[in-house]
């Protein structure tokens, strides 16, 4: 499909980095990170919804090969030849795929908070889907009190209030009636494969960083051999005191290990 995005234009002429977001996620996640890295490094960056997210089109089809056609579609419009790819979470698994099968697109990569291995929180994703399908919102009511109701639905099944405030950035408002803009039947269905990851015998041999959260569980001592096997120029860092959600969390930072890494 045709995905949607945002350029922040920088005056270099050295690579773009292009950002993916995760699940339930849209581009507007990175815009603050983006303007930053532009001013720090003058580099063209991209911002990108994924299919199903955002305000790119809904499709029945939610697979990392899909998400990764969607993407070398994009750089093919834009005539950007290789970027640096920049993944969240499920977007780090389409960076990771896109490099393993179109290693010639992506100049360098950095992986936020995910192993090209099964994620174990999908448990916690059923009961976000399940929170947000069974939600009911009257029309025809300001957008505040929309939110309102809708987190006091949500909190029954989704106890942190900080992914409570990050589902709710999904809540849209056409001719008074309010719906969520991802495509939750497509997410649910393919849920499986979206905690999952493909196998490879290919490698990507680019510089590579993995940048993980230190109280996050998504990049554990468990999956450094997965990910030496698959990136063998791979670097492993972690940022003190942040959570999974590392570019909300410590933001300074990660822009920091963006630019270093860059210049590395």
Known sequence: VSVTYDVFDGKGDSTPLVF???????????????????????????????RNHGNSP???????EAMTEDLKHLLAQLHIEKCVLVGHSMGGKTAMVTALTQSSLVDRLVVVDISPS???????????????????????????TAR???????????????????????LVEQNGHYSWRVNLEAISAHLEHIMSFPSFDSTYDGPTLFLGGASSAYISSDDYPEIQRLFPNADIQYIPDASHWIHADKPLDFISSISSFLQS
């Open 58 to 64: 809904h499709s029945p089809v939610l697979t990392y």
């Open 20 to 50: 993916l977001h995760g699940l339930f996620g849209s581009k507007s996640n990175f815009h603050s990170i983006a303007k930053s890295l532009v001013q720090r490094t003058g580099r063209k960056v991209l911002t990108v919804d994924a």
């Open 148 to 170: 309102r109701m809708a987190e006091d639905q949500l909190r029954s099944l989704v106890e942190d209030r900080s992914v409570r405030q990050f589902l709710l950035t999904n």
């Open 118 to 144: 099964r994620s174990s929180t999908a448990s916690n994703f059923r009961f976000y889907i399940q929170a947000m399908q069974e939600m009911k919102i009257s029309s025809d009511i300001p957008r505040s």
